[in-house]
């Protein structure tokens, strides 16, 4: 089945404690992104990635890192989580001459 | 600054009318339109799209037209079912760029009444 994984689904940490969501894809998809939902401001791009070592800010970078040494894999690293960064967060992806991004089912992420 | 706009948080429609959600774009490079759908606990998942150069896009119930000169776009459900009950993103793309990326509105709940 064709599909974008995210994991977890739901994580609670405190401030300063890294983390990381993964995300998978399984699609042979190049383009790969990460949002975050907040109510009231839709969805938000973080970073993107349009291939393989290939990764850019998106809107709202800052806090964030990302990876994308494979592929099917595109990591989204919170080096110091604050509590602003709680949010519910979408991987996504696509191939070239697709308009239609493949969205995860979302991670829940509360920084206390 | 906010280049994708729905100005309607929720809309609630009785069943078997129509359902009509708003979408409102700023900027012009934006080619390519498209209407995504998410239900709690899940990601989007893609509804309907419409490239610039049509007005008018159907696919069953779902017809999605645009007015370039207005930068507007809207999303028409016929007849409403209950289990439309959901939020609707707007999203635009300028592929004409070669960019994939999307830019989201803040989205419309849809609640369809039984």
């Known amino acids: 089945e064709a599909q974008v994984t995210q994991n977890p689904r739901y994580l609670i940490t405190v401030t300063g404690k890294k983390l990381t969501v993964t995300c998978s894809q399984n699609?042979?998809?190049?383009?790969m992104s990460w949002y975050r939902q907040d109510p009231g401001l839709g969805l938000r791009q973080i970073y993107y990635?349009?291939?393989?070592?290939?990764?850019d800010k998106g809107d709202v970078p800052e806090g964030y890192k990302v990876s994308r040494k494979e592929k099917r894999n595109f990591p989204l690293i919170l080096e110091s989580p604050s509590p602003n960064q709680t949010s519910l967060y979408f991987c996504?992806?696509?191939?070239?001459?697709?308009?239609?991004?493949?969205f995860g089912p979302g991670t829940r992420l509360l920084v206390l | 600054d906010q280049q994708v706009k729905q100005n309607s948080p929720s809309l609630s429609v009785q069943e078997g009318r129509i359902s009509i959600l708003n979408c409102d774009y700023t900027?012009?490079?934006?080619?390519?339109f498209l209407w995504y759908k998410k239900y709690p606990a899940e990601g989007p998942t893609f509804l309907i799209s419409i490239s610039s150069i049509k007005d008018k896009n159907e696919d069953g119930r779902f017809t999605v037209f645009l007015n370039k000169s207005a930068k507007h776009l809207s999303l028409h459900i016929v007849p409403s079912q209950p289990g439309d009950s959901a939020v609707y993103f707007c999203a635009a793309s300028a592929l004409r760029t070669g960019a994939n990326n999307l830019f989201f509105g803040t989205g419309t709940r849809l609640t369809v009444i039984p």
């Open positions: 990635s349009m291939n393989v070592e290939v990764t």
């Open positions: 699609m042979n998809h190049e383009y």
């Open positions: 900027n012009s490079m934006f080619d390519y």
């Open positions: 996504a992806s696509t191939t070239w001459g697709q308009e239609t991004q493949y």
